[in-house]
């Protein structure tokens, strides 16, 4: 009884289809996941990139500009005399660190109304490890570095 050979062309075809999808879906994902750092006034001159990409920008919370209802916040970041309003709309609250004067970093999208909307909030903390001021020193600012969630380069 003869034996039916197997056409090597349709496995071929069936792996280089399943090789570009795998390609494609690890590309597409890798793009949308990425984070581009950008400062204040970076961000205010970048055009229509701005608008299109993920975003991370940091800055000093202006002095009374913080509005909180539950866990969403609105908020003016202030970097080298530039300005940028914040709508923070998240599904934890701001960080117990997150309060006038304290650096902030907001990751989310830049949109056309000039208000970036972020979808994650971080607070510079407050370094428990700091050494203690000596009686009658001036104080010294905290220098405990800011928590990062990744670190994404451009």
């Known amino acids: 009884m003869p034996h039916k050979s197997q056409s090597p062309t349709k496995f071929v075809v069936a792996a280089l289809l399943v090789v570009g999808v ?3 879906l690890a590309i597409s994902a890798g793009s949308q996941s990425k984070f581009y ?3 204040i ?3 205010q001159t970048m055009g229509d990139k701005a608008y299109t990409r993920n975003l991370r920008v940091a800055g000093n919370v202006q002095p009374g500009s913080i509005k909180q209802v539950g866990t969403n916040a609105t908020f003016t970041l202030l970097e080298q005399g530039k300005t940028l309003q914040v ?5 934890e609250p701001p960080p117990d660190a997150f309060k006038d004067d304290s650096q902030a970093l907001a990751i989310g999208r830049y949109s056309r ?4 909307h972020a979808s994650q909030l971080q607070a510079k903390c407050a370094s428990k490890y700091a ?5 009658g020193a001036a104080p010294t600012g905290n220098t405990a570095p800011m928590g990062t969630t990744a670190s994404l380069a451009h």
């Open 22 to 24: 795998v390609t494609w």
């Open 131 to 135: 050494p203690a001021a000596k009686p």
């Open 113 to 116: 109304d000039g208000v970036f």
């Open 41 to 43: 006034g970076e961000l």
């Open 87 to 91: 709508s923070y709309q998240g599904t």
């Open 37 to 39: 750092y950008v400062t």
